[in-house]
């Protein structure tokens, strides 16, 4: 464990923003968690745990301490003729994990391939593309909780949703995830029904790709889609597909014929935001040192030298265009940290 005072949190956070917080905790060793909160603790200010920082936004300085997971390590057990437990430490990086299954013949995760963010994030989130969710491999986790200490979660205990989870609703800011364990198959059945997939695979005569193939042609259609953190801070996908009844969605598409959408149940239709996003105007327009990029309205970006203010202030637009035009809220997919998010 090591601890870091006044650390400036830019390298740590996709979006590239310039933030300090009191004090960073390196965490290495998920033995280290309970000493790591104490010390959090002691310092009298409040916390929040930081993975791969690429689902977040720092509108400003952080006035506490964060807990920096670097929990690493891959493991496989062997369950029978057709599946294996693969369990991973949460700093694991999420695609270094995906890779790892797929050189390894292990299917379920490949349509997943390249999101960014490390394994800790990936059931809070409940990450997904393509298809496919982590809710579809995921088999169980443990994690320290702030008052009862080491605990598992199965599947159900999760309480799995669209980018939804417990830990993103009762048990925010009450659970460390420490590690997670995916039931993946040796004889893997491919999902391919999503569009873009199907469509980018017909494009390189794949008509029956192996895991590889199809891991390959994931990462290869995101990168010519999402731009790389490296180059361009963003932190993917800003807002959720946000799901409207049938019948205002029926109502919409009577002014709006090409509007985007597919059924999430029997009485809700799930629309594109990044749909909602370019059919305003949005997409690849630049105000100051912000933006949306040029190839995807529904990523938000940091030119250089933008603040986490300056993003939330381009994002609160897009909301209002897409409000009025639509009557359409968009909910932020990245979490928002700091005070100007706050409405209490």
Not at 23 to 51: K, N, S
Not at 294 to 318: C, E, F, M, P, R
Request: hydrophobic share 40%.
């Amino acid at each position: 464990m090591q601890l870091h005072k006044d650390f400036d949190l830019q390298p740590f956070n996709t979006f590239g923003i310039s933030v300090k917080c009191k004090y960073l905790i390196e965490i290495q060793e998920e033995e280290e968690l309970p000493r790591a909160v104490e010390m959090a603790t002691h310092f009298g200010y409040p916390f929040m745990v930081l993975g791969g920082g690429s689902n977040l936004l720092f509108t400003e300085d952080y006035e506490g301490s964060i807990l920096y997971m670097r929990i690493l390590g891959i493991s496989v057990e062997v369950l029978d003729a057709e599946e294996v437990r693969i369990t991973a430490g949460a700093g694991v990086v999420w695609h270094d994990l995906v890779a790892f299954a797929v050189e390894n013949g292990y299917g379920g995760l490949e349509n997943l391939a390249l999101i960014p963010g490390t394994v800790g994030a990936s059931p809070i989130q409940n990450i997904g593309a393509y298809g496919v969710e982590l809710q579809d491999t995921f088999e169980s986790l443990r994690g320290y909780h702030l008052e009862q200490g080491f605990l598992e979660f199965d599947k159900k205990s999760c309480h799995f949703g669209y980018r939804q989870s417990v830990f993103k609703g009762a048990l925010k800011g009450k659970f460390i995830v420490t590690q997670v364990r995916f039931r993946l198959s040796t004889k893997p059945v491919l999902k391919l029904h999503y569009s873009a997939l199907q469509e980018a695979l017909a494009k390189r005569g794949m008509s029956t790709p192996s895991i590889a193939q199809v891991a390959e042609v994931v990462s290869s259609v995101r990168v010519s889609k999402l731009p790389d953190p490296s180059s361009i801070g963003n932190a993917g996908s800003f807002f959720k597909n946000p799901e409207i009844p049938e019948e205002q969605f029926q109502r919409l598409r009577i002014d709006y014929p090409d509007m985007v959408g597919y059924p999430a149940d029997e009485s809700m239709i799930k629309t594109s935001a990044a749909w909602l996003i370019e059919s305003c105007g949005w997409k690849g327009k630049v105000l100051g040192n912000t933006g949306t990029y040029a190839k995807h309205a529904l990523v938000l970006v940091n030119h250089g030298g933008a603040t986490g203010s300056d993003i939330w202030a381009l994002a609160q637009s897009i909301q209002r265009s897409v409000q009025e035009r639509y009557g359409i809220y968009l909910e932020p997919e990245v979490n928002i940290i700091g005070q100007v998010y706050r409405t209490d």
